[in-house]
């Protein structure tokens, strides 16, 4: 698996479930969106469009995304709004596909143009970075199974953990998910005990 | 960071809150537990007890955790009871510290001496693979905040996919957190938008 990969593995549409954790605060709060995937080849303008706002060379780059979403959380307040879309554009280090640079459209947590450092780990999971001028973004995104999208994310801020955040992705674009049914009673599964 | 070093760095009590994805279904259960970690040398007689009993050299062991939590979930029905205690035996592999064998005391998803395959990931996780006959689970176990331990894990059954947990755990034998305290209003901070 490398960055493009991935993003041809994301291509489709996803029920999204999230968990985002106030740390602080000992605090969970839920929320679901609906999350369309595009994946765009290294020709398509969007792709080149990014890498000139960023003044990256567009032939460096090997392709990308177009997102979009359409969300709740729990605490969401009236004026809140959890849906838009957002168009990413890969470009790998010289001499290594499975890292590299992820550009961004705009950042939503800061407006100021965003570059993420993205690996593939040795988990085939894609670990991406992204630094702003008050925080810091880890986020680690893998595929259980091609219709199963998992992802954990932390956000330190000023150099306080502030919040982690899971996401649980489902494919939808198809008739029925091939995941396995099975009753949902069952046992405490966790080596760990709890 | 070895095997060893995450046990001690585990030890205290911890508040847990998992959310647990029922993914065949697309709905998710939360549950929250109280755990306690002890973390033992290798001389104590509890790690050569399970030694013994899967039948392993217990000089090969390098020490493990007592462990005991009660939580409940969600959907619990009225005979459900998510307390107990487990210990582990960590035997780490003759040239490397970073993987090998956790021994358990029992099985709580089956009823047959469990051993689990670890190794530490490049991203300082703790990943742990338990294979049973009719399942496998795939755990990682990682702390972005010595007071904050993050896990998600997976089920395979019969070769499908049936559930995605969550647990963010966040240490309480501290009078207070040191996870800094922020408004829980923020922006939408993954880099994918939603």
């Known amino acids: 698996m490398d960055g493009l990969q991935f993003f041809q593995q994301s291509a489709g549409d996803w ?34 469009e990014i890498c000139q706002m960023h003044e990256v060379d567009p032939a460096t780059a090997v392709g990308g995304a177009f997102v ?13 709004d959890h849906s838009g879309t957002s168009v990413f554009s890969l470009v790998p280090d010289e001499n ?36 702003y001028e008050t925080m810091s973004i880890n986020e680690r995104f893998w595929f259980p199974h091609p219709d199963v999208r ?3 994310s932390t956000v330190k801020r000023f150099g306080g953990l502030s919040t982690a955040t899971f996401c649980a992705e489902i494919r939808t674009d198809q008739a029925e998910t091939s995941a396995e049914k099975t ?12």
């Open 15 to 48: 029920k999204s479930l999230r968990t985002t954790h106030h740390l602080p605060f000992r605090r969970a709060e839920t929320g679901g969106s609906d999350i369309h995937v595009e994946a765009l080849d290294a020709q398509d303008s969007r792709i080149s």
């Open 68 to 80: 979009s979403w359409d969300g709740a959380m729990e605490w969401d307040q009236e004026d809140e």
């Open 96 to 131: 290594s596909p499975q890292k590299g640079k992820l550009l961004r459209e705009r950042g939503y947590a800061e407006v100021v143009p965003v570059i993420g450092q993205y690996h593939i780990d040795h988990e085939e999971a894609l670990v991406l970075i992204t630094d």
């Open 150 to 152: 998992l992802r954990a």
């Open 183 to 194: 009753t949902t009673s069952e046992p405490i599964s966790s080596f760990w005990g709890w």
